[in-house]
């Protein structure tokens, strides 16, 4: 063997960054291999070889178009048919409770009904008709309990929407573009057809509002399912270079924020289950009395309990209102808080018989609940930081209270509306306070886990380095 001595690699550049491995060590460093053959798939102009005759082009194909289009307008189709029969379940099973109590219903007008539990389920306004005439009562609550399968429905159609551009590498983007725009008229023509042949002289849909409102619920959760799905995945390389150097190093910190503030809200909605489950326990007494005092027969209780479960969501959301301190109003003047209970007559509807009539302890302990979501948040944002850096982990952190809060807004809004006439044409969270509150709280218990979750780490990392640099004695051995 040669006696040269091996010069030593020089180390890495990363390894001088005080902010790298500050987390768990250089999790973020990359292997890059340094191969140039054939088996790397380039030529020696730089161009891969499985790609060469696949050049990307921006040109317009009409055919393409047209099928991207007619893909998104079957996916319209697809959508309504199915979310009328998400509607049409809870109407049948009131009506075969009606037939078995010796009752008949025409089977117009059980489409008819479905028809309007679908369009109220995308906040279309329903005109009841009053005692006398040209006095009409808005209704504008929107049944959650519907609208959840309906948010499925159509972001599996934005799904199908971005599989338009899947077909072939030229103008995939323009193929979803042309799949969701067809998508979002079809769906909205729709809706304004079933607003017309839905109504009856007791009972008429709000026309001019039901394209607009399925129409954007249509493109925003479409969108989002072909976003999921991958699409426009290539937008990015289309963008300057100068603007895509500034903005990718934003791209890792920003999902893991998304990722986050999701996590949070879906905290929230599980710590509002609990507190509604809870408080039905607690008043079951109350919610009895209204339920005897409103249903009559099996038929009435089936129809009641269906309205319950449809409006459950809604229950839900005020109570994550409440858990923030801001509360929800049963009524226009009314608020119903941890800080204070302030309610006057309220209908009969047996998840109100679950309301609290004062402040308790039991309600100041449900501020706990965005502080849990607020870990979960940090716990996620430490976890996801980028290459272990303390800094965008922190950062990723308080940028999951803005996201939380954007979701809880758009919930607590899908949950306010008119539940009647006179004091119920404002019931629900109040909105904007509710999610400044759960911003606020979700950013702050966010910054100080994922704070201690960092320093938890860097002590670990610093203990394994310190028992890695130990020297242990050998005891010298005797020679023979």
């Not at 922190?394 to 809004?413: D, E, I, K, S």
Request: aromatic fraction near 4%; hydrophobic fraction near 55%.
């Amino acid at each position: 063997m040669s006696d040269t001595p091996v010069p030593a690699l020089p180390s890495h550049p990363a390894a001088a960054d005080p902010d790298v491995g500050d987390l768990g060590g250089p999790e973020g460093l990359e292997v890059l291999d340094d191969h140039d053959g054939p088996e790397d798939g380039l030529h020696g102009d730089g161009h891969s070889a499985g790609v060469e005759d696949e050049e990307f082009s921006d040109a317009p194909d009409p055919a393409a178009d047209l099928r991207a289009a007619l893909d998104g307008a079957a996916a319209g189709f697809v959508a309504v048919g199915l979310g009328l029969g998400f509607a049409l379940v809870p109407v049948l099973l009131a009506v075969l409770a009606d037939a078995f109590g010796g009752g008949f219903t025409d089977p117009g007008d059980i489409l008819r009904t479905a028809g309007q539990v679908w369009l109220a389920a995308q906040r279309v306004g329903l005109d009841v008709a009053g005692e006398q005439p040209g006095a009409a009562v808005r209704l504008g609550i929107v049944p959650l309990g519907v609208t959840v399968p309906l948010v499925i429905v159509l972001v599996r159609a934005g799904r199908r929407c971005a599989a338009a551009g899947e077909s072939g590498q030229t103008g995939g983007a323009r193929a979803v573009t042309f799949a969701l725009s067809a998508f979002a008229i079809v769906y909205a023509g729709l809706a304004y057809g079933i607003a017309v042949i839905a109504g009856t002289p007791a009972i008429q849909p709000v026309r001019e509002r039901a394209p607009v409102a399925a129409g954007a619920a249509a493109l925003v959760f479409g969108m989002y399912g072909a976003l999921r799905t991958g699409a426009y995945r290539d937008l990015s390389e289309r963008m300057p270079s100068h603007l895509r150097d500034r903005v990718r190093p934003y791209a890792g910190p920003a999902a893991v924020a998304l990722r986050a503030g999701a996590a949070a809200a879906c905290v929230l909605a599980a710590g509002g289950a609990v507190i509604v489950s809870a408080s039905l326990i607690v008043h079951a007494h109350a919610v009895g009395a209204y339920v005897d005092r409103v249903a009559v027969g099996v038929p009435d209780t089936v129809a009641l309990a269906l309205l319950c479960a449809a409006l459950m969501p809604n229950a839900i959301m005020c109570a994550v209102a409440y858990a923030s301190g801001a509360g929800f109003a049963v009524g226009v003047g009314t608020t119903v808080a941890p800080t204070g209970v302030d309610l006057g007559a309220v209908p009969a509807l047996p998840l109100l018989g679950a309301l609290p009539g004062t402040t308790s302890i039991a309600g100041w302990c449900t501020l706990a609940v965005p502080v849990a979501a607020g870990v979960a948040a940090g716990l996620i944002a430490a976890r996801g930081g980028q290459a272990g850096r303390l800094r965008t982990a922190l950062a990723a952190a308080a940028a999951a209270g803005p996201v939380t809060g954007v979701l809880v807004a758009g919930a607590a809004w899908l949950s306010t509306g008119a539940a009647g006439a006179q004091r119920l044409t404002r019931t629900g969270p109040h909105i904007w306070p509710a999610a400044g509150s759960v911003t606020a709280a979700v950013a702050v218990a966010a910054v100080l886990t994922a704070a201690l979750a960092g320093w938890w780490r860097w002590r670990r990392v610093r203990a394994a380095a310190q028992l890695a640099t130990v020297v242990v004695p050998v005891p010298e051995q005797s020679s023979r």
